[in-house]
């Protein structure tokens, strides 16, 4: 799976944005999600190191079909309008041959859908225009190295890069928005910039960081240390003065952005405020080394505070719900209960919710509220989703300018966009 946004528009922000630090959901998230996430199939030809999914090469039987597919649909419309944004997801939701039609009857019944398809030989021009004209919201495509040896071992079959690099210019000359996700891993740590360079020249709406959380085929791979993820944060909060730029699974993102505002806004140097270290420095310097730093620049995209069962949502390929596709806690199935209901009143979903619950330093945080940390590899590492974030280093309460702070977070408008999210953003991989 690709597991966060198609914008109104590539680079551009309302005024209002550039004075906010962090955006709050437009409708209250304990009412209805930002995003639903639906797990159309597994079958995939790929097979990712870090796949969620575990995709297999067939379809399973018991997949909701293309009936069940459309009645999921008038649930997410139940909501409400604007209804959550819909995005189909697997495996390849190529594999499924009703993709257009679900597009096109979400469209019939107010609901946005976007696809996060697989690189793969189905991702074809043709296929992108039937998506196109069936009405599709946006695609979000996977690209994790700058290069084919890089991209192509992570993903598993060899040709995966250069296809993806062929939908990517697709995409874009069919005029429709793109989302670009990276993975972040010990294989493309240091090549973080020049994936962002690729971005930066093939242009897309938004470029996603997606820090790995241990399921599925992932508990393989080596994790970060918290002073690496911290590096990395930062990075991101740097680069998205050049390329629209998001986190997926760090919530700890906003933490970074409410630091980083206020440390902008006294003049200090946020290295050795933060205790950055050489990862971050060595970023840094290819992001000269590249020109990703020269030029214009572009307004910095706040991030948004959605997190697992918190504006986020997802439902698996038998219609089991759970709070992330990355949290495999179910709570109910959409074939027999309301995902409304599910989402609004079930123990996990209202749990989560709930940042009073949060254990270790999370609890403990006084960025608890804004960020939360991801409940999801919190339960991959703990086998708890309220256990604290593996992932960060942050000691609560050692963040100097405490008083600006408070300001900040109970402040309103220029910390929190006054509870609106600007620009109507839309999202085709999870928020974070």
Known sequence: MSGHPVSTGAGHMPAAAGRTAVRRQRHDAGERPFIVIWESTRACPLACLHCRAEAVPDRDPRELDTAAACDLLRQVAAFGQPAPLFVITGGDPFQRPDLTELIAYGREIGVRVAVSPSGTPTLTEERLRELHAAGA????????????????????????????????????????????????????????????RLVADHGAMLWSAFFLVPTGRGRALGALTPGEAEDVLNFVYDIGLTVPAKTTEAHHFRRVALQRRILEQRGDDHVPALGL????????????????DSG????????LDVNAGRG???????????????????????????????????????????????????????????????????????????????WC????GTF?????????????????GGGKDHGKEQCVRQEG
């Open 137 to 196: 919201a946006g695609l979000s495509l996977s690209l994790d190295g700058s290069t084919a040896a890089l991209h192509d071992d992570f993903r598993g079959v060899p040709g995966v890069f250069r296809w993806t690099l062929d939908a990517w210019d697709a995409v874009r000359a069919l005029g429709m928005k793109a989302q670009i996700n990276t993975t972040v891993t010990r294989h493309n740590l240091h090549d973080l910039p020049a994936v962002v």
């Open 312 to 390: 986020f949502v997802f439902v698996s390929h038998t219609g089991t719900v759970h709070p992330s596709g990355f949290l495999p806690l179910g709570v109910g199935s959409v074939r027999e209960t309301p995902l409304t209901e599910i989402y609004r009143t079930s123990d996990l979903f209202t749990g989560l919710r709930d940042a009073d619950r949060l254990g270790g330093r999370c609890g403990r945080c006084e960025f608890r509220r804004v960020c939360g940390g991801s409940r999801s590899r919190a339960y991959g590492v703990t086998g708890d989703p309220y256990a604290e974030e593996p």
């Open 296 to 303: 214009a620049r572009r307004v910095r995209r706040p991030p």
């Open 277 to 292: 270290g050489p990862l971050y420095r060595e970023l840094r310097d290819r992001v000269a080394e590249l020109g990703l």
């Open 393 to 396: 280093g942050y000691r609560p």
């Open 400 to 416: 100097p300018h405490q008083r600006d702070l408070a300001e900040l977070l109970t402040g309103g408008a220029d910390a929190t």
